[in-house]
């Protein structure tokens, strides 16, 4: 009986000993989520070996998750500067107006042949962040890449209708992915290096967190964006996304300063009235991402059988036709170009009539889903914003409530979360870009109905 108590001892004892020395290495190249989460449950880990997996993780936190996200905010504000000074040169003010009109079509045109000539054919950046869930070192290989981030510059950097936001995500997963592989090959040779290595998909999100926190300027919608899922987060990803996400805002702003996003010009407050009138406007934004939807389903359905190039010349054209009536009625404000910020803060005064808001939200529209189904490559995250702006300034003119541009922000949130079937985001995207936090509840209300009603779609 004593030789078989020793021996259970020692068992016992070996058995204690594999798993400290799992939990103090805890490398999880890629172990599933479902295989790390030992700890929670009835058969819980003990509290001394509970204590060792969180001190790996603060170790990865500090060591590896933390530099990540200061290099992408650095790479996305130079990035950000190159973009917007290209974008200068192209519409510089002697010829603003042609270049205006016409570099979008260029853009389309140099797009499709470059994803033609380079083999990359269409991209989808969509399609890459739903494939790095599974195999996220292959969905972000170095050399693609690199061409994906050429074809963002050419559609973005010419005047497409596109936000930054979209190529900013998708440049921040590559760098994730690269950073990973690296820091993987290097821990062949130096395996002390193993402790700071994280499942591939972790550092994935946490470098889309930290690229979106930059382009942004709010740390917890990149953070939330990035690890927000058809309205679900998942409490894994969330962590390391938010420490990437705090070191690449300070990163960026250390560059480009600390200016907002979205300026208000105002500063609002909450009655009762502005709740009322946001449950129809949450309607609204539901029907015009509906329609949105459709059409650009509609114009791929169309335009995908033909060749890259020649698809991007005809996108480009339909472009042309939509800014002509722009750059006639509204002199220098780009209204079909780029993501749309110029368009908000215009928006944002209050001095828009109710048809010319429905001018800009009808052109905005079938610019964006025009330039995508083109060919062309970019985020959707600030046309929608754009699109919402202008739907809610139709409510501001209606309402009448004598806050000019609350509506136009409530409906930017209500919109994007229809679009992008994301629940939570939208409002803390606008409260931190806006530091409004009147505008929380009934932008709440309205992104709810907005997402409710097109849940199913």
């Known amino acids: ?48 070996l509970r204590g060792l997996r969180m001190l790996a993780q603060t170790r990865r936190m500090a060591l590896a998750v933390l530099p990540m996200g200061a290099v992408i905010g650095l790479v996305a504000a130079v990035a950000l500067t190159g973009l917007e000074r290209m974008e200068s040169l192209l519409i510089a003010q002697r010829w603003k107006t042609v270049a205006m009109v016409g570099a979008p079509f260029l853009g389309l045109v140099l797009t499709g042949l470059w ?31 690199l061409g994906k981030a050429l074809a963002c510059v050419l559609t973005i950097g010419f005047g497409g209708s596109a936000g930054v936001e979209g190529p900013a995500k998708w440049l921040g997963a590559a760098v994730g992915a690269q950073f990973h592989g690296g820091l993987r090959r290097v821990a062949r040779r130096f395996p002390v290096l193993r402790r700071l290595l994280a499942r591939p998909g972790v550092v994935v999100t946490a470098g889309c967190a930290a690229a979106l926190a930059a382009v942004f300027r709010a740390p917890l919608s990149g953070a939330l964006l990035a690890a927000e899922h058809e309205g679900d987060l998942s409490a894994a990803q969330l962590a390391p996304a938010l420490a990437a996400s705090a070191t690449g805002y300070l990163a960026f702003i250390a560059l480009r300063g600390t200016a907002p996003l979205l300026g208000s010009p105002a500063s609002y407050h909450l009655q009762v009235r502005e709740i009322f009138w946001a449950l129809p406007l949450g309607l609204a934004c539901a029907l015009a991402a509906s329609v949105f939807r459709r059409l650009l389903r509609f114009g791929r359905l169309h335009l995908r059988p033909l060749p890259l190039p020649l698809r991007g010349a005809i996108a480009g054209l339909g472009l042309v036709i939509l800014a002509l009536p722009a750059a006639w009625c509204w002199p220098g404000l780009p209204v079909t170009q780029g993501g749309g910020l110029d368009l908000v803060a215009h928006l944002l005064r209050g001095e828009v009539l109710p048809v010319q808001a429905l001018t800009f939200l009808a052109l905005k529209l079938a610019a964006t889903a025009l330039t ?5 490559v970019g985020g959707t995250w600030l046309p929608s914003v754009t699109m919402g702006a202008a739907l809610g300034a139709v409510f501001d003119a209606w309402a009448g409530l004598g806050q000019p541009g609350l509506f136009a922000l409530v409906g930017a949130s209500a919109f994007a979360g229809a679009v992008h079937r994301s629940l939570l985001t939208p409002v803390v995207f606008l409260a931190e870009t806006t530091g409004q936090a009147a505008l929380v509840v009934p932008a709440l209300l309205a992104t709810v109905v907005a997402f409710e009603s097109t849940r199913n779609e």
Do not use: C, N, Y
Request: aromatic residues 6%; neutral net charge.
């Open 1 to 48: 009986m004593d030789a078989f108590i020793k021996a259970a001892a020692r068992q016992g004892q070996r058995a204690w000993t594999a798993l400290k020395a799992t939990a103090h290495t805890d490398p999880m190249p890629d172990v599933p989520e479902s295989e790390t989460t030992a700890e929670r449950g009835p058969l819980a880990l003990p509290s001394k």
């Open 372 to 376: 995508f189904a083109g060919g062309g």
């Open 115 to 145: 994803l033609h000539m380079s083999g990359l054919g269409e991209v989808s950046l969509v399609r890459d962040l739903v494939e790095a869930r599974a195999k996220p070192l292959e969905a972000f290989r170095l050399w693609p890449s």
